[in-house]
């Protein structure tokens, strides 16, 4: 189940909504700050609670940064998962997929520069826990996503492109955008600002993947 949503979603949350704040509030200091330059009161103080309540939920600032992790790991596994799971043909799927990354991420701009300080925190190999995580919800969702490619190939709707490339070809098409320095200011403009430029990415991101992989046999809708 996800653990990691909107604040405007709380009162629907599995877990306490004070939990729940704290994690939300977690999530993005750590992106911003790093572990290192994040702040247990900065943390309570966006979530509004005290700051005695952020240890008493997480125990210290390493657990609270693990629990951090494994949310951002499951919410986006989860999100991703149901679409590619859903019936339909090849590219139905895949684009309801590459939708429901896009989703997760648009709302949760800050997640993959949290992934990537986590990598760089260990010298590019990651942690332990990121690697645990990456075996528990990355890899199957990418051997699902393999099996979708390969699929569609096998049918005539793709076109015979290097499965493996493309799998990170996808996901970077999606990420980077969220990542550049550029876009993360741009996301401190005004609501509707931020909406049409993340509008406009999307509709590229899906046109992009439609013109490199779908072949002119493809009927489906």
Do not use: C
């Amino acid at each position: 189940m996800p653990t990691l949503i909107g604040k405007k979603k709380l009162a629907a949350a599995s877990m306490p909504d004070t939990r729940l704040s704290i994690l939300t509030a977690a999530t993005e200091e750590f992106a911003r700050k790093g572990y290192a330059g994040a702040r247990t009161e900065k943390i309570a103080r966006v979530a509004g609670v005290k700051h005695t309540l952020v240890f008493y939920y997480f125990r210290n600032k390493d657990r609270l940064y693990q629990a951090v992790l494994e949310s951002v790991f499951s919410e986006w596994a989860y999100h991703v998962s149901r679409a590619l799971d859903q019936k339909g043909p090849p590219r139905k799927r895949l684009l309801a997929y590459i939708n429901a990354y896009f989703d997760y991420i648009a709302e949760f701009w800050w997640v993959p520069r949290l992934v990537q300080q986590e990598q760089l925190r260990h010298e590019g190999r990651g942690s332990g826990q990121l690697r645990k995580l990456m075996e528990r919800y990355t890899h199957p969702i990418h051997e699902k996503l393999a099996g979708l490619l390969k699929e569609g190939i096998s049918t005539g709707a793709f076109r015979n492109i290097d499965v493996e490339h493309t799998l990170h070809s996808i996901s970077a098409l999606i990420v980077f955008y969220f990542t550049r320095r550029l876009s993360v200011q741009a996301l401190e403009h005004g609501e509707s600002e931020v909406g049409r430029q993340i509008a406009g990415r999307r509709k590229a991101v899906l046109d992009f993947v439609s013109a490199a992989l779908f072949t002119s046999r493809s009927i489906e809708p």
